[in-house]
Every structure is written in structure tokens, then in C-alpha cells.
């Protein structure tokens, strides 16, 4: 037969396991966020799909595995030292002012130099700027977006960069008016943009795909919305983009989209924005002569389908509160045109 007593001790073993079991979720919670950051698509610099962030990934799990043996080292030395207290055992203790020269100065000295080696050396080898002959991409900084032209082609592309894989590409970066700055975090660690300078960086991505970049200097209210794109893709689709990047736009199928083109260049989006072959050439705002293929609408503020650029034609103040274009005077009868023309633009 159980007792009150029996009884009141099962009740408090059985708070004790439902705290455990409460603690336990969290834990849980953010060790399964720890591997997270480790999953294959995840746009961490830990997650390195280039020689640049390689370098920084390296060096980074070097100094955090020596973190963790100094750690683990000193909690040996904290539990030895609270169960052989002076006093309550027998055991001899040694030479203490030998054992903190070695173990408090000249160990933790020996590491600090040759993590600082390993350091400069990743240094140099992050400075290390590809050839004269090496693809280039000039990129410019706006308010909120990103400008990308490659000398040699006549056009011009927003928010993302094709680059070949496998090769070393240098990239020019210039600010059109704050600074701002360039990070992509599997490719390469931050270069900032400052106003009056040409800057130079360079991107190489051992394996095809494309990995998210982001401005990582606040740069306005908007600086979140400031995001990229870099598609590292094999040599000749490479060269076929960049060919087309140098061609005219594509011309309307449909009425629909000829109608859509007429909207366009004569009404007000020509003040500000360019369609290759069409004689709108505003510079103001992205080139839009291959708009349709993009990632995303305003620098990874809203996805690239037909609602939303209807929705970013009329007010992208909605979407993108700010930015530098304003609500449009658009007739909306002539808005699914317009979206249809932009839409064909790849
Ligand atoms: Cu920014």
C-alpha cells in the first residue's frame, strides 16, 4: 500500500521529469537551428561553394575547434581543481609558477601566432585579383539595387550577376550615391562600395547554381530589400547570355505585347528605364530588356510573376515603401499589356 509520503515523492519526481522534458524543446529547438545553418542550400558563409569563402570558412572552423579545446581544457582544470582542493587530498602540487608560464603564457602564445599566420596567409590569398584576361562585371550600387554591366556588351542587367563556374571573375564596384556593400556570403566576404572610389573584388564558384548576395552596409530605409542574385553557370551558357545581353530585346509576339511596348516607351517608364532596340534608354532605374527572366522584382522585395508586377507598375510604394520609383499614372486598361510585354522580356 502506498503512503501519503510514497506518494508525495512520485509527485515531485514526476514535476522533476516534466521540467526536464520542458527544458529539453529548446535544446532541441536550437541544435536543430545550429544544423540549419549546415543545410546544402542555405546561403551561409559557412556553406562555402567558392575559393573566397573557403578560405573564411577554414579559417573560422580552425579558430572555433581551438576555442573548443581551450574550453573543454580549462572546465578539466576548474572540476580537477574543485575535487583535489589543497587540503582535502593527497596529492602534490607540483610547480605552480612552471605550470602557469606554460599553460597561461606560452601556450596560448604559441596558438595567437600561428592563428595569425594562418590569418595572413588567407589574406593574401583573398587579395589575390584574377589576370588581365579574367571575366568582368561592373557593378553599381543604387538606392536599393544593384546595377550590373560587363564591358563589351552594350546592355545591361539589375540584381543578379552571371558568371562562369569554375573561373576567377573580377568585379568593379562603384556607389551612385551611398555606401553600400557587396557580400556573397558562399562566394566571398564583403567589399564596400564608397562614393568616388572604384573598388575591385572577385567572385569564383566552384560548383554551378546560384547563391544569394546581399548589400551588408545599412544603407536607408530600405537596405533590406537591397539583395542579388549570382548564377554561376557553365562556360557556354554563359557565353550565350552575355551574348544576348548584348542584343536587342526581344520583340513582341502578340498584339497584346506590341500594344504593351508602345505603353512603355511612350509613356512615362522611358524617363527612367531602358529596353535595348526600343529607343527607351532612362537610367534612372534597372534596364529592363530582360526583366522577365529575373529572380525577383526590386532587389528581392516581391517574386517576379504577373501579380506583382502589376501591383509594382501601379504603386511598387506598396511592396517597396520609398524606393525611387513612383506610383505610376498608368491607364488601366492598358496595365495587362504592359504586363504582358514585360513579361515577354527574357
Ligand atoms: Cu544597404
Excluded at 564583403?190 to 544569394?212: H, N, V
Aim: with cysteine; proline share 6%.
Amino acid at each position: 500500500m502506498e503512503t501519503t509520503a510514497d506518494l508525495t515523492v512520485s509527485a515531485v519526481r514526476d514535476t522533476r521529469r516534466r521540467g526536464r522534458s520542458r527544458r529539453s524543446l529548446p535544446i532541441a529547438l536550437f541544435g536543430l537551428l545550429l544544423l540549419a545553418g549546415c543545410a546544402g542550400d542555405s546561403p551561409s558563409a559557412l556553406n562555402p561553394a567558392g575559393t573566397g569563402s573557403a578560405r573564411v570558412a577554414g579559417l573560422w572552423w580552425l579558430l572555433f575547434w581551438i576555442s573548443m579545446a581551450v574550453f573543454v581544457e580549462v572546465m578539466a582544470l576548474l572540476i580537477w581543481a574543485l575535487v583535489f582542493r589543497r587540503g582535502t587530498a593527497r596529492v602534490r602540487h607540483g610547480q605552480p609558477l612552471r605550470f602557469v608560464t606554460i599553460a597561461g603564457a606560452g601556450l596560448p602564445l604559441v596558438i595567437l601566432v600561428a592563428v595569425y599566420g594562418v590569418g595572413l596567409r588567407d589574406l593574401a590569398a583573398l587579395g589575390d585579383g584574377p589576370g588581365p584576361e579574367a571575366p568582368t562585371v561592373e557593378v553599381t550600387g543604387h538606392k536599393w539595387w544593384w546595377e550590373v554591366r560587363y564591358p563589351g556588351a552594350s546592355g545591361a542587367t539589375a540584381n543578379e550577376i552571371h558568371i562562369p563556374v569554375g573561373e576567377q571573375v573580377r568585379v568593379r564596384l562603384r556607389t551612385a550615391d551611398v555606401l553600400h556593400s557587396f557580400w556573397v556570403p558562399q562566394l566571398m566576404p564583403k567589399t564596400d562600395l564608397i562614393a568616388g572610389e572604384t573598388r575591385e573584388t572577385w567572385l569564383r564558384a566552384e560548383r554551378a547554381g546560384s547563391y544569394r548576395g546581399q548589400c551588408a552596409e545599412y544603407c536607408g530605409t530600405q537596405h533590406a530589400h537591397m539583395a542579388f542574385l549570382v548564377v554561376a553557370q557553365p562556360r557556354a551558357d554563359y557565353d550565350a547570355w552575355l551574348a544576348r545581353l548584348d542584343a536587342p530585346a526581344r520583340e513582341p509576339g502578340t498584339d497584346a505585347e506590341r500594344r504593351g511596348r508602345q505603353a512603355f516607351v511612350q509613356g512615362t517608364c522611358a524617363a527612367c528605364h531602358a529596353v535595348r532596340g526600343t529607343g527607351a534608354e532612362g537610367r534612372v532605374g534597372p534596364d529592363l530588356s530582360n526583366v522577365g527572366s529575373r529572380w525577383s522584382i526590386g532587389a528581392g522585395a516581391v517574386p517576379n510573376d504577373a501579380g506583382h508586377l502589376g501591383g509594382w507598375i501601379a504603386n511598387s510604394q506598396t511592396a517597396k515603401p520609398g524606393n525611387a520609383m513612383p506610383p505610376q499614372p498608368i491607364d488601366a486598361a492598358r496595365l495587362p499589356d504592359l504586363i504582358a510585354y514585360l513579361r515577354s522580356l527574357e
